[in-house]
């Protein structure tokens, strides 16, 4: 199969994914507790006449079928309309909160690549020694540790003890270096799991490619072992690594979500739960529906990358 | 540097027994010996009985395979703490208050015992924020209700959302994933097409999501678990019956008539079922933490309650303040918790299949 059509053929199959969780955060109105116009209005009361107004606005009126695809018509084009409680428009609202979220998950992803990649070719390379014995066990502990937990004690050992970093974020931009100073410790917080999850997969993937014929034959042709393990072990092991990184946005934005509460930092996560805490409906199906898009196009691409970087997979399927 | 003759003694494969009868019968594929082709030195035993399930003579019995998976277990150290970590904060949670049910006007006390010096949500038992002491171990949080008792019996809320929604999960997740993989056709389809779907949506996100629609509470925390855990066991299960199914003995089970819903309950998941039972066990340690975060951030269950994620939730203030007892004890708890649950989870996966000793599965 050629890549075009593997591209394609795989590019298909996200379709119906992405419209199922699309029928999903719709129904979010309807599951939620009450009439669907009580979350229009905020939870108000409202006259009657202005009530019917809202529904012939918003189409309450209409099939169900014909209000999901009314619906999607509009979320196409990212309109999620205005929020009840707020007032203000959903996707402004979001859009500004976007960045930081970006920018703490960026920052924490290359945090734990950076820890995770060369920490578990340590722990392969000396298979059973110290250095693989070590590695387990920060592994162990890094999946452990709640990550809220993990950023309260940074946040009192480094801000309020120390009183090294502010302990809320500083009133700058976001590429201010205050910020960035600032960013440290979630990113810390927040990378710490995924590092121990690189590492462990790195580690692993690095064992079972040691093991492979081409490395008994590249020490056979008198190649020094930096040779064999950066050249030819590393980039077969790498692949597993990028295999994983879908998992990881998941993995990543699960974990941003209380990290940013612990950082009052100003992003989606903080934003889902204040939403959450306030019956902001619309706010949810945004914050919800652009996160669970965000991975299945972090799915699709990651099997892109993999369908490139190791051509046996497109003929597996 | 080589021997003249030929040696039993050393070297990477064995040759002993070549020529006992046993060892040629196997050549012709009618009766094949328990011994494994090759054993590292030192552990010959346990290479000789670690061949793979399927390989098995039909003699080894369901009960000697899981002594078996027991006896691996044992001998694995970082898998007996990680057992008797586990089994000491449940034995503390439950000797934690006395257990009492009450029913038509009778109180009948299961559970006699208290290791908890006061009531966890009696306020005023001490100071307010007052730091570690003699009287207040892990000393008391801003009602001055004693942090040690609280630590001691959030154990309940934790350990038992965790057992439930992981039990409940694997309700939903075993039966679908079993059915999607031996029927197939479009019900497979129709099935896994719901897995990856739900799958586009972080754990964390759609158990808030489900907490948002049904609210708080220790049912509602359950529910909004097992609506995101069960996705895995199903996914899990749905490959591993995709190639037991293949097996003889269940074209030779079709081929004797028997029913395909008993074929499905009694050959194949029992067969299929071992790596679910690993993740299960690995993931009461990520529900465990995904209830303490919820509790955290104030949607778990309600303010107030004794869950040591709930009671992380007002840590944060309180740290500010420098107040970190609060905050650090009821994290250790979790932390002590999923470590012990990874270890016993690691220690099932190499027991379970030996294999994988040399690749160890990355969560």
Redesign the interface.
């Known amino acids: 199969m050629s890549l075009a059509k593997y591209a394609l053929r795989r590019a298909l199959v996200s379709v ?3 419209l ?2 699309t029928a ?1 955060t719709f129904s ?1 109105v309807y ?3 009450g009439d669907p116009i009580d979350t229009l209005v905020g939870f108000d009361a409202v006259d009657p006449a202005v009530e019917e107004a809202l529904r012939a606005e918003h189409n309450l009126d209409r099939p169900l079928w014909e209000q999901y695809l009314l619906w999607l018509r509009d979320v196409l084009v990212l309109e999620f309309g205005t929020s009840p409680i707020t007032g203000r428009d959903v996707a402004a609202t979001i859009a500004g909160r976007l960045p930081a979220t970006i920018a703490l998950g960026v920052a924490a992803w290359a945090l734990s690549l950076l820890i995770g990649v060369p920490a578990g070719i340590v722990a392969a390379v000396n298979y059973g020694e110290l250095e693989d014995e070590l590695s387990r066990v920060a592994a ?2 890094g ?7 993990l950023g ?2 940074l ?2 050992v480094f801000g ?2 120390l009183g090294w970093v502010r ?1 809320t974020p500083p009133d700058a931009p976001l590429a201010s270096l205050e910020m960035l100073w600032f960013l440290v410790l979630p990113t810390i917080t927040l990378g710490t799991a995924s590092a121990a ?1 690189v590492m ?2 790195m580690r ?2 690095m ?2 490619e040691l ?1 492979e014929p081409y490395v008994r034959t590249a020490r056979a042709k008198g190649l020094s072992e930096r040779t064999v393990i950066y050249k030819h072990v590393l980039r077969n092991s790498l692949i597993a690594v990028v295999t994983v990184a879908g998992l990881q946005v ?2 990543l ?2 974990g941003a ?2 990290v940013e ?2 950082f009052s930092w100003p992003g989606m996560g903080r934003l ?2 204040e939403a ?2 306030r ?1 902001d409906v619309p706010v ?1 199906q945004g914050v ?1 529906l652009l ?3 965000s ?2 196009l972090a799915n699709l691409l990651v099997d892109l990358a993999y369908a490139v970087l190791d051509p046996r997979i497109r003929y597996d399927r | 540097m080589t021997r003249p003759e030929p040696t039993t003694e050393r070297g990477r494969i064995r040759i002993e027994g070549f020529d006992e009868p046993a060892a040629a019968a196997s050549l012709e594929g009618t009766a094949r010996p328990n011994v494994g082709p090759w054993s590292r030195d030192g552990d010959g035993e346990d290479a000789a009985r670690v061949s793979r399930p399927d390989e098995r003579t039909p003699t080894v019995g369901r009960r000697r395979r899981l002594a078996d998976v027991w006896r691996r277990f044992r001998s694995n150290r970082a898998a007996t703490v990680g057992f008797a970590i586990v089994a000491g904060l449940v034995l503390v949670s439950v000797f934690a208050r006395p257990i009492e049910f009450s029913a038509g006007g009778y109180a009948v006390t299961v559970q006699p015992f208290s290791l908890a010096p006061y009531d966890p949500a009696r306020p005023a038992v001490g100071p307010s924020n007052a730091g570690p002491s003699l009287a207040h171990p892990f000393g008391t949080d801003w009602a001055g209700r004693d942090v040690f008792s609280r630590v001691l019996v959030g154990g309940r809320f934790s350990l038992s959302i965790g057992a439930i929604a992981v039990a409940l999960a694997l309700c939903v997740g075993v039966p679908l994933g079993a059915i999607a993989g031996y029927v197939g056709g479009w019900v497979d389809e129709a099935i896994m097409r719901t897995v990856d779907t739900l799958y586009a949506f972080p754990f964390l996100v759609l158990a808030i999501a489900v907490v948002a629609i049904l609210g708080q509470g220790y049912w509602n925390v359950v529910a909004a678990l097992v609506a995101t855990g069960w996705l895995s066991y199903a996914r899990l299960l749905r490959g591993e019956v995709l190639s037991i199914a293949e097996r003889e003995y269940v074209d030779a089970a079709e081929a004797l008539g028997i029913p395909h819903r008993t074929i499905l309950a009694r050959h194949v998941v029992p067969n299929a079922v071992a790596p679910v039972v690993v993740q299960a066990t690995l993931n009461v340690g990520n529900v465990v933490l995904a209830a303490a975060a919820l509790g955290f951030l104030g949607l778990g269950l309600e303010p107030g309650t004794a869950e040591w994620g709930t009671m992380l939730a007002g840590g944060r203030s309180a740290l500010m303040q420098g107040h970190w007892h609060v905050t650090v004890f009821p994290g250790i708890a979790i932390f002590l918790f999923v470590l012990g649950i990874n270890l016993v989870g690691d220690g099932l996966t190499d027991a379970l299949d030996p294999r994988s000793e040399f690749e160890r599965r990355v969560r």
Do not use: E, K
């Open positions: 119906p994914v992405l199922g969780a999903i979010f599951l939620a507790p162990l502990a999946i452990a540790t709640p990550n809220f937990w309260l004690v946040l009192f309020v003890h302990v999850l462990r997969l692993s993937s064992r079972r093991n998941a993995f934005v699960d979500v209380v509460q612990v889902l739960v959450v805490g019956r949810v919800v996160i669970a898009v991975v299945v």
